[in-house]
């Protein structure tokens, strides 16, 4: 069977074919949202995130043959720990990753490295923040922005009650916080930069699955300042854009008896 970490709406489309094929696999998720759907479709799920050794552990139980990585492009630790999970269990390693978007240069835009370099890039900027990288990092943000005279932080998440009590506890009042579920459309970010008179809007650039082109061309189109921040540098290996490539290498690569292995 296959290990597979499974982060996005595509990599759900992804564990779907692979399993239509008659590729047996067991999907790593974080939450139980993104569990449900997947065993609407019919795949075997585990829920939680993972260390190494809980990686290992599961490979060595389940007598998986591979693990395949289409956890979200700005999931690092999730990914390293995958491949040191991969590389300890001895199996292969293949990483499946959405597109990046083709954002050209623009005066309004800023690259970034990372969460930090975001914030301080927004706190130069001042004015109205919206930030659109969900509840993770959110504590990055807060401590560099929040309560800053001349800065008004508005965060957009998904409606959890976690991402809710984190928000309380972080101090960010209610009227900042648009709790949404995605994907967003060009007109609909327009009408909340509109609302709230955002000045910078700041996104991760996870590629077109992340509606990035939506919120970028939003922005520019009225004037609002977008800092991008760039995905992690991480050294895959090989990483396979289209279902069908990733499908062709698991095949060359791992002998098929091995995937139907008993669990």
């Known amino acids: 069977m296959i290990f597979f970490l499974a982060g996005t ?98 005066p309004l835009i800023t690259y970034v490295r990372d969460y930090r370099e975001a914030a301080e890039a927004a706190l130069q900027r001042k004015g109205t923040i919206f930030l659109t990288t969900g509840s993770k990092t959110l504590p990055i943000f807060v401590e560099v922005l929040n309560g800053v005279e001349g800065i008004r932080l508005i965060a957009r998440m998904l409606p959890t009650e976690d991402n809710m009590r984190k928000c309380a506890e972080l101090g960010i009042p209610q009227k900042n916080i648009v709790a949404m579920q995605g994907p967003f459309s060009e007109e609909l970010n327009a009408a909340f930069y509109r609302h709230y008179g955002v000045t910078t809007v700041i996104t991760k650039e996870s590629g077109a699955e992340g509606s990035v082109q939506e919120k970028v061309k939003a922005a520019l189109d009225n004037g609002v300042h977008v800092i991008v921040i760039c995905r992690p540098g991480i050294d895959y290996g090989r990483v396979y854009e289209a279902a069908d490539d990733l499908i062709r290498a698991i095949k060359e690569a791992v002998p098929h008896e091995h995937l139907h292995a008993q669990r």
Do not use: C
């Open 9 to 106: 709406s595509d990599a759900r489309e992804l564990a779907v074919k692979l399993q239509a094929q008659g590729y047996p696999l067991l999907a790593s998720v974080v939450t139980e949202s993104a569990a449900e759907s997947l065993r609407e479709a019919g795949l075997a799920v585990t829920v939680g995130r993972k260390t190494s050794d809980e990686m290992i552990e599961l490979i060595h139980h389940e007598q998986a043959a591979a693990i395949v990585d289409a956890s979200h492009p700005f999931a690092e630790i999730a990914s390293q720990n995958a491949i040191q999970a991969a590389a300890a269990a001895e199996i292969p390693y293949f990483r499946y990753e959405r597109p990046g978007s083709i954002l050209s240069d623009h």
